[in-house]
């Protein structure tokens, strides 16, 4: 895929993401407000629980098919849609013995996890659901494998805006009159999105399907061993991930915290304050789903020189867009806050999370590059060891310092993992040009931080409201730091030009000054 097609399906790929996460974030926004924030918590857990089972059940199926499948194309002379065969036929097995497990246990799983034995009903329609989450996330990484992200990108509209909806119609019709529970209603919001998301990509496939003579690589077994190692780390990561959130209202409590005030404040973490970071990171997770499929076609056709020369773009990318993001954060980010949570804390928090943005913005990609690049193992010993650190930080500091104590967890975790992660793909790319990576950006940071706001105190002085500053420095700090880090660019190719010219020059004038040659027949002492 030229650079050209890598850059197209991104900006597709982020303008779609970016309108499902704005959506996202306004349902929170107005889930806060109709329900509360402790009832918001409630329902964050349940979302964690239902991904638990949803990744149990599907194995991963979106990276391995998209891995496996590029893998498979890069050879040439494969059979993508055997590929596609296997990954169907492991991702239903894994959702017919995980989802019937839980439709067995449905009566033990309500009273013990949910405190209540009027929801089996709703415990079992999310066994239900399972099958056809399987089977979309194998849909979904098989249009990447084949660069058609725009079907898996409207897939996930359909899916999200079909949920968003019957939700919000619950929540306002259906809830005040008792007429369901809230796990029913969300619950059965996601098996009708899960269900359209279906239709849609199943429709596509029997409409893109390409029938091949060519003998597969690889046969079922073999695709089984080869996904195992994602498998296990998608389980450890969903298994940690949920142990986390699951301590989190917990710790609250030890502190001194009610279990409504728990519950709140939890809600407050996941449902907005780490969806206000992610934000703008959409374009990101975007770049990352498409990097997997174009490491492991590389991979697959033996370049490795297009592999590291992809991995130095997307790195010094996204460090220079996590900058700019860490730097509008910790200026505005109580504004913000208060835009989105309603209150002071909210706004108080996420400046201090500002620091971590470049971090928790690199996990995404590095991700991507080391799946891409075949190092699974890797990625679940170091998440492995990032959850412990996590987990270990927020039982100890939690019942101590409260919230504050979750902030110090996710900064260690994030900062410890990262740092790891970088080493590794430092050694995957044969090096990295940290003068690039890093002072480029600070000074381009600098630059565009005094400039944005000189320009935003010159706005206000004439006809600029106060509420209008963040979006004011937002695109003058913008055309700054991108100037700025244009003319450093710039200056950096130039120097090169230059040492490559005297290089040049040196070599001919030393090949010039050379004395002749003696003739093999006179001694080297004449």
């Known amino acids: 895929m030229s650079k050209a097609s890598v850059g197209r399906d991104t900006c597709f790929l982020s303008a779609m993401q970016l309108l499902l996460q704005a959506l996202g974030l306004m349902l929170n926004v107005f889930l806060t407000r109709r329900i509360g924030a402790a009832q918001l918590g409630v329902v964050t857990l349940i979302s964690t629980f239902f991904g638990l089972c949803a990744v149990l059940a599907s194995g991963n199926g979106f990276v391995s098919t998209s891995r496996f499948i590029s893998e498979e194309i890069g050879r040439k002379n494969g059979n993508p849609e055997r590929v596609l065969g296997y990954a169907v036929r492991c991702s239903l097995l894994l959702s017919t ?38 089977v979309c996330a194998c849909l979904k990484g098989y249009f990447h494998a084949r660069r058609r992200v725009t079907i898996p990108a409207t897939a996930d509209a359909i899916e999200f805006l079909i949920h968003g909806a ?10 005040p009159g008792g007429y369901c529970s809230l796990f029913m209603l969300i619950v059965t919001s996601m098996l009708l999105g899960q269900l359209a998301a279906f239709c849609y990509l199943g429709a596509w496939y029997l409409h893109c399907r390409s029938k091949s ?124 806050g208060m835009l989105i949570g309603g209150d002071a804390f909210a706004g108080r928090m996420l400046r201090i999370l500002a620091p971590v943005i470049p971090f928790i913005y690199l996990e995404i990609v590095l991700e991507g590059i080391l799946r891409g690049m075949g190092r699974q193992n890797f990625s679940s010993v170091n998440y492995l060891a990032e959850y412990m650190i996590r987990i270990s930080v927020l039982l100890i500091c939690v019942p101590v310092f409260g919230f504050y104590g979750i902030l110090a967890s996710y900064y260690a975790s994030n900062v410890i993992g990262n740092l790891v992660r970088l080493w590794m793909v430092r050694r995957l790319a044969g090096g990295i040009p940290w003068r690039s990576l890093l002072l480029r950006p600070g000074v381009a940071m600098f630059a565009a931080w005094q400039c944005g706001m000189l320009v ?51 070599g001919v004038l030393t090949v010039q000054t050379l004395p002749p040659a003696l003739p093999r027949d006179i001694p080297a002492r004449y």
Not at 166 to 175: H, K, T
Not at 464 to 472: F, G, H, K, T
Not at 482 to 491: K, N, Q, R, S, Y
Request: hydrophobic share 55%; glycine share 8%; with cysteine.
């Open 166 to 175: 019957a939700l919000a119609f619950g929540v306002i019709f259906l809830l």
């Open 213 to 336: 003579g060519n003998a597969c690589t690889m046969c079922l077994r073999g695709f089984a061993w080869a996904a195992l190692p994602l498998l296990l780390n998608s389980y450890l990561t969903s298994l940690l991930s949920t142990a986390n959130d699951a301590l989190i209202p917990f710790t609250l409590r030890q502190f001194g915290h009610s279990t409504e005030e728990a519950f709140a404040q939890f809600g407050v973490f996941e449902a907005l304050l780490l969806p206000a970071l992610f934000f703008p990171a959409v374009v990101l997770g975007c770049l990352s789903s498409i990097l997997v499929p174009e490491l492991s076609r590389t991979r697959g056709a033996g370049s490795r020189a297009d592999a590291q020369a992809l991995i130095g773009s997307v790195l010094r990318r996204t460090l220079r867009f996590a900058g700019f993001v860490m730097l509008v954060f910790l200026l505005y980010g109580s504004q913000i």
């Open 456 to 506: 935003c105190r010159l706005l206000r002085l004439l006809v600029l409201p106060i509420w209008a500053e963040p979006a004011a420095f937002l695109a003058a700090g913008g055309l700054f730091y991108l100037f700025a880090l244009g003319v450093l660019d710039a200056m950096d190719q130039q120097k090169k030009t230059r040492n490559a010219e005297l290089h040049s020059v040196s």
């Open 97 to 134: 013995i995980v989802g019937g497990s839980v439709f067995a246990f449905a009566p033990w799983l309500a009273e013990r996890f949910l405190k209540s034995a009027a929801l089996v009903n709703a415990v079992r329609l999310l066994a239900v659901t399972l099958p056809f989450t399987s």
